[in-house]
């Protein structure tokens, strides 16, 4: 495993984060027209295409994390909470964001990215990087 | 202001999600990449996995996506402690400030929302 996370790892986490943000989209919007008492609409079109969308991005995220570094990649897979935070609220008239909300996102991104850091502190593996090293 | 059944929902979900992570990287260390498919442990991490999706799917029909999905990061958290605790890794500056600071993010969306 190299040292250096190739473009082609940082291009899979980008497109993984558009997957998981397209997912959790589409949950959303197959969940909101759930019908608690009949259990079939559960697997509604929406809820389908958001399992199909989540488990691409989850496969490109192994892909990624397989010849990437998690101090670059994490504060990538990070930027989903900013993607869900702008588009949540557009297509659903009853989310909004306020002052409270945008300040605890950005601190879990940095949070998140400071996780990152702190594998290039003590070289320790992640469960997922460690299946990219054996994979190697 | 968030639900206390959407909060214990998500709780309980990062933390079978965290350890479904666990159990997945005891399969992958104790076994080879190409019998990996039959370790009983990764099937039972992909379970736990599945089960944690569906935690997710619960809160998510009762409580709006930016609020939700923002939570989910509780999952490192769990997985900081788990991997601590389990794994012998070791606590470092840098994953106590994170763990603080997804902690306190966690609280500021629970005040926002």
Known sequence: ???????????LIILCT?????????????????????????????????FISYGLGFILMLLALKSGELSVLYPIIATSFIWISIFSPIFFPTD?????KWAGVILIIISVSLLGMSTRKTNETSSLKAVGDKND | MISSFVL??????????????LVIKKAVDGAEFRRLLFSPKLWLGM????????????????????????????????????????????????KYL????IILG???IGVGS
Do not use: H
């Not at chain 1, 909004?96 to 409270?100: L, P, R, S, V």
């Open chain 1, 1 to 11: 495993m190299g040292n250096k996370t190739s473009l082609k790892a940082i291009f």
């Open chain 1, 18 to 50: 558009l997957f998981t943000s397209v997912g959790q989209l589409l949950w959303k919007k197959g969940l909101i027209s759930l019908n608690f008492n009949d259990w079939l609409s559960f697997l509604n079109m929406f809820i389908i295409l958001g």
């Open chain 1, 96 to 100: 909004a964001m306020n002052i409270w």
């Open chain 2, 8 to 21: 214990l929902v998500i709780g309980f979900g990062s933390l079978i999600g965290a350890t479904g992570n």
């Open chain 2, 47 to 94: 379970f736990l996995y599945g089960l944690s999706v569906l935690c997710y799917l619960l809160a998510l029909s009762r409580e709006e996506l930016s609020v939700v999905y923002p939570l989910v990061s509780l999952t490192y958290v769990w997985t900081i402690i788990l991997s601590v605790k389990y794994l012998n890794e070791k606590m470092n500056g840098w």
């Open chain 2, 98 to 101: 994170s763990l603080a600071g």
């Open chain 2, 106 to 108: 966690i609280v500021l």
